[in-house]
């Protein structure tokens, strides 16, 4: 039964354009090698849209992205528009999305391969098979809750504040997505909080193991407090799975976790919201790294962090593990060759360009499968 998908591609700014025109050589072959079919729509978005309609996200975009079945996203912004007004900005483009869609989960996996194992600051016995999750409330928490603001106290010194607010139901939407796709991985979830001294972080253990208890009990769950998260991530990062916290955490041990990889240009993410009438979970999937404007347009971009964005939209949104899987294999097989990307490059390896890269990666997928 052929299955047909709408997707709406975004490249964006910077390397955008350049490491979207691989993904889409990979969506070519998906639609060659499997039931899938697909509905593909390009629009603008940041600064090419700023240029094009003078804003960085039009309705027509939003309307788009919401009939989508998945955003296929590059990446915004540049010194080009460092001038426009800051409620303007390219990066409004994304912010206004996810706003707009409802994708209150960021989900950022770190994953090492074998063949980048030196690129990582840690041992690689500590390192070796890497493949963690980590899923992050996005839409709540201490970044959106109030009060906030800068207070002028009586006696002139001032004073800042923000509220870290969660709700059960909040909660509850989040761990279920982190229990969901635990069930698609190796089964195990580590709830990050700060139980000990917050009370939102003692309302998230209570919730989370409610909703665990009650419809997830076959998934491994265990707590731990986020200052030993970090220090478990750099000590023995291997004992995790999914990691579920919260907007503040996630923030902090993502990006950790992203650097325990040694390399920007090789990790994918996606922010999912809540299912629709439909049954479409709202769904965008991007690069973890930004517009890269210092080597834009040079052929130099690393192109993979975009591919496996591409896979985890294969696997995620449209259940399509098996092809999901070889795509992420032709990747690792194309490094085991030993081509690398100037932003992964070393000595004795062979450098290819942004769209050699797309196009080994391409080969190796014919030619295997
Ligand atoms: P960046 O991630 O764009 O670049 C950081 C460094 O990593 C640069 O030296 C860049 O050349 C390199 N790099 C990044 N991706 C690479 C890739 N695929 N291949 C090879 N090298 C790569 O971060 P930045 O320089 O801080 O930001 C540049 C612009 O991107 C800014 O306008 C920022 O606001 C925007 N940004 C956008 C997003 C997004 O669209 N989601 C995310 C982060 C930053």
Redesign the pocket.
Known sequence: MTKEKNILILP?D??GPE?MEQAVKMLEWVEENSALTFNIDHDVVGGASIDKHGIPLTKGVIEKAKKADAVLFG????PKWSNVDFNNR??IG?IGLRKELGLFANLRSAIVFDSLIQASSLKPEIIKGLDLMIVRESTGGVYFGSPRGIETLPDGTRKGINTEVYTSKEIERIARVAFELARQRQNRVCSVDKCNVMESGLLWKDVVTEIHQKEYSDVELSHMLADNCAMQLVRQPLQFDVILTSNLFGDILSDLAAMLTGS??MLPSATLGVKQSNDVIPALY??I???????AGQG???PL?QILSLAMMLKYSFNERQISEKIVNACKSVLDQNYR?L?VMSKGMKEVNTQQMGQFILDQLKNVN
């Open positions: 964006g910077g390397i490491i990446a915004v912004g540049g390219p990066e994304i920007l240009g991007e690069p790294h930004g517009s890269a404007p210092d080597i130099k971009a690393n962090a990307t932003d």
